[in-house]
């Protein structure tokens, strides 16, 4: 009896970690995601394998939740001190129009320079868009040719463990302290 006790504690400790964002259940396979950074070299979701992968689509004129999910990824990545090379911070512009691979990496950048930034011409941006499920698009008269229009787009960060399965869901308003335990517990 004691013994069946002891074991059940134990498998119930080493069950599935809880998370302060939205677990997927079951977890699957992430979609493909292949850009060329701004050098020109291909950056492929599935050579990232062995890494836990942070995924945000915005753009860089973006006044609100992108330069706020980039700070909170530098404390972040701050506060995972050396196991944050066992993380990949992988921001993807969904403003083609005015991102280039140059620009989305300097913005990225500014934040940190490990961050990667990724865009890619208005095709592979809509097939990216549709195979991650995600509604991007530019708000206001699409006629417009003024430079000043936003751009409305999801504000959750896409997390994927070091097998290359999508696990979880953050949205926008998790602490700092939140996204870094829900990190460590996938490292």
Known sequence: MRLTLVATMLLTACG???FNGA??????????????????????LTAQRGKVVLVFFGYTHCPDVCPTTLVDWRHVADSLGAK?????????????ERDTPASVQRYAARF???FVGLTGATAAIDSLKSAWHI???RDGNPTDTSSTYTVSHPSQVFVIDNTGKLVLMQSAGMTVAQITSDIRALL
């Open 16 to 18: 599935s970690p809880s």
């Open 23 to 44: 677990a997927l259940d079951p977890a699957e396979p992430a979609p493909a995601l292949t850009l060329f950074d701004s050098t020109g070299t291909p950056f492929e």
């Open 84 to 96: 944050a090379a066992d993380v990949r911070f992988v921001f993807v512009s969904v403003d083609p």
């Open 112 to 114: 940190s320079p490990t």
């Open 135 to 137: 509604a991007a698009f």
